[in-house]
C-alpha cells in the first residue's frame, strides 16, 4: 500500500509579532510517498540533489 502527498511551503508572520496566521504557497511544494513495508522500521530516501538527512534516529540539524 502507498501514499503520495504533495505538501505546499508556507509564508507566516503575517501579522506583527505573532505567528497566528500563514497561508500554503501553490509552489515550492514537496511530494513526499509513504509505503508499508515488511521489516520494522523507517527509511528515508531523497530523489533530488539537497542531500536531506536519512538516518531517522539523527537529529536535525546535529
Avoid: H
Amino acid at each position: 500500500m502507498k501514499v503520495k502527498i504533495k505538501s505546499p511551503g508556507t509564508v507566516a508572520n503575517l501579522v506583527c509579532g505573532f505567528d497566528i496566521l500563514g497561508l500554503a504557497l501553490k509552489a515550492p511544494y514537496d511530494i513526499m510517498e509513504f509505503e508499508i513495508i515488511d521489516q520494522p522500521g523507517v527509511v528515508i530516501e531523497n530523489r533530488d540533489a539537497f542531500n536531506l538527512p536519512t538516518d531517522p534516529e539523527r537529529t536535525w540539524p546535529g
